[in-house]
Nanobody, 122 residues
Framework: VQLQASGGGLVQAGDPLRLSCKAS????????MGWFRQAPGKEREFVAA????????SYADSVKGRFTISRDNAKNTVYLQMNSLKPEDTAVYYC????????????????WGQGTQVTVSS
């Protein structure tokens, strides 16, 4: 599967932003999907994940209550709605796909998009 992330940008603290990730190449519903992020000088970290059907989601504690992951299998797209953004959310955000059920482990995600930059100013 090929993944194309988009929607990043420069926003102010407290603003919302929605990221999209469009998949192509294989049936989208085969894959669990996730969002990860990597800030300068830091490891890539888990942000959110969603099951194949969209019925199950999981979040990092740092974004719980502010971010929402969703998917539209008819459009082959997964979204990350980010509200109440903080400067510490600044990072490159990556979408990723996995065959592994109910995982948040980076190593379980075998397909990655190119990343989209999110910058939150204070």
């Amino acid at each position: 599967v090929q993944l194309q992330a988009s929607g990043g940008g420069l926003v102010q603290a407290g603003d919302p932003l929605r990221l999209s990730c469009k998949a192509s190449g294989h049936p989208f519903s085969w894959y669990g999907m996730g969002w990860f992020r990597q800030a300068p000088g830091k490891e890539r970290e888990f942000v959110a994940a969603i099951s194949r059907s969209g019925s199950t989601t999981s979040y990092a504690d740092s974004v719980k209550g502010r971010f929402t992951i969703s998917r539209d299998n008819a459009k082959n797209t997964v979204y990350l709605q980010m509200n109440s953004l903080k400067p510490e959310d600044t990072a490159v955000y990556y979408c990723a796909a996995t065959f592994t059920t109910a995982t948040t482990q980076r190593s379980d995600f075998g397909w990655w998009g190119q990343g989209t930059q999110v910058t939150v100013s204070s």
